[in-house]
């Protein structure tokens, strides 16, 4: 039984036993680092594998020195609890440590050691990493698209109009409140809509016009997402209640409706409001391609909305539908005043994966000609003078929907967290 | 003797094949408190969740305070707002304060100004020694608390009727005093009242009439005295045996 119990601390020798284990860790982490970042083998005079095993079985011996049910040293314990339960545990943390260390000398002398990111050609690029000179060159178009550089400040003035409009509810006064649904949900896009049409599209108050097909870029990304997310969401809650609807007709048109858009992939969509939908207007009849993805877009991610709402309805109790009924509420104070309020803070995860999900699949309007940003990086990579920087262009692009994504889903918890009562 | 303010005759209800109520016929006269009771599943909640027609009724009459309830009935919203219904479960709603929960209402159905409807719902939550609660949120209260809550939310809207529906049976039984409190006093201000309760302290003290039912029947209805000193039936001797 000694045996066994050579390497298992108890709370005497806890403390001489932490000590050595984690010395042991320190070698095998000292091993790694210096086998990544200076490709020196301290351990060489080891034959063959276990030069390789040698940081693992030494770190899992002190891992196992270490382990103890409780110890009174907080970090010890937290340790212990969180990475450190068992051997297998403890062989799946010095892994990914490992592994990290070992992907870190490369990743980093790629992005920004042996990167070059001074001239504005190709030509720059000498270096065996990164030519971030490709996105430095290529910014403007990444944001703007094929827009003309000289009215770049019309869109960032547009911009700001629209972020700068949208804060309103927040400075609006306590007897105006209740008009902020009404306000975000008909008024505030409707300026948006001629913001952007009047300052972007131009052609009247001496601005000259830029067709659509130009737009493009980062710019033309938050343009669809915006209005597409906007329009969504009050489309998806008036499906999810039609589908909850004791009228036959309205229930029946919403179920049709709903399990149409779900069951057809988006770039089907995309290309048929490009394609097949001008063929049913009428000739003299025109709608820019632009309005049409964004219809397209909002008709498509409405379904899946009203979906996610109505989960949220399902999961009240029915306890609140009979006491806002027996108060002498009918159908539609009882749903603004006490169900929807319930059930869209039950949903703000479900609709913010929805949103997410629509930011990300707006690349898709590549297939109808119109270049937002991953779609202007497929332009620019098969530019005869920038081949072969495809690479950069993917990460850039990750970076910033990364961003993007990462900051709505952080508002999403606030969010949830503004609008928790219970408990 | 007045017009009855409720009135239910030869009344049916299936729940799909089942029948949960069997040939009701009951009338109720303004100010009277009615203590309905029986064992569970016997359709007494049922019953008082017909009379502001929560459930619906297939066959017979009930008319509250004038108005006849059926598929037909446009204004039922005006009917419910004259009947306050006071749940098991509370049914309050957790993402407004106590306040909301009471002004809600009164602000939006009966067209109150806002002003005006917090001094009542204020008010309520006095005699129901809970106006210092007022801006917290219903989880953040007890279940007693809660259900006076409730009882006030119910009565801002200044309802003729007040429905009960086994308030008490969802509270622990220290709480249960304090609501049955707040219920007595009710009654003797005068309001007409149905009560779903398995108290038989409370309805000793202040029903006028007592209704047995069972398997969808009503068994019995008699006044309270007589329905405790000599009940009738041998179903309610059974039930009284069991419950005191």
Known sequence: MHTINFLKPNKDNIKNYSIIGSFLVLISLIDVISNAFLKINLTSFLPGSLTTLFPLIIGLIGLNMMRIDYSGNKTLDLLNKNINTNNFNAVLTLLILFSIIKALPPSLSWMILDANISGDSKDACTGTGACWTYIKVWFRRFMYGMYPNEFHWRINTAFILVIALGFVGYFMKENLKKYLALYYVIIYPVIAYLVIYYLISGGSFGLQWVETGAWGGLSLTFIVSFFCLIFCFPLGMIFALGRRSNLPVIKYISICYIEFWRGVPLITVLFMSSVMFPMFLPEDFFMDKLVRVIIAITLFEAAYCAEVIRGGLQSLPRGQYDAAKSLGMGYWKMHIFVILPQALKLVIPGIANTFLALVKDTPLIFVVGLAELAGMLALAKTNPKWLGFAMEGYIFASIIFWIICYAMSKYSYNLEAKYKTER | ?244
């Open chain 2, 1 to 244: 003797m007045s017009d009855p303010i409720i009135k239910i005759q030869n009344m049916n209800k299936w729940f799909g094949d089942f029948q949960v109520l069997k040939n009701i016929n009951l009338e109720v006269e303004a100010n009277k408190k009615i203590v309905v009771c029986g064992p569970s599943g016997s359709g007494k909640s049922t019953l008082i969740r017909c009379i502001n027609r929560l459930e619906e009724h297939q066959e017979g009459d009930i008319i509250v305070d004038g108005s006849e309830l059926s598929e037909k009935t446009k204004d039922i919203e005006k009917i419910r707002a004259e009947v306050g219904m006071v749940f098991q479960q509370f049914n309050l709603f957790p993402h407004l304060s106590i306040l909301d929960n009471c002004t809600l209402a009164p602000i939006w159905v009966k067209k109150m100004p806002k002003k005006e409807a917090q001094e009542l719902a204020l008010d309520q939550l006095k005699k129901v020694q809970i106006d210092d609660q007022a801006n917290k949120f219903p989880g953040q209260l007890s279940g007693g608390q809660q259900q006076r809550c409730a009882i006030a939310r119910a009565l801002c809207m200044q309802p003729k009727i007040m429905l009960f529906d086994e308030p008490t049976s969802a509270l622990d039984p220290e709480m249960i005093k304090e609501v049955l409190d707040a219920m007595v006093s009710l009654a003797k201000g005068g309001m007409t009242m149905i009560v779903v309760t398995h108290e038989m302290g409370f309805a000793k003290e202040v029903a006028d009439e007592v209704i047995f039912m069972d398997e969808g029947m009503i068994i019995e209805k008699a006044d309270t005295k007589e329905f405790f000193a000599n009940p009738k039936s041998d179903r309610t001797k059974l039930f009284l045996s069991q419950i005191l």
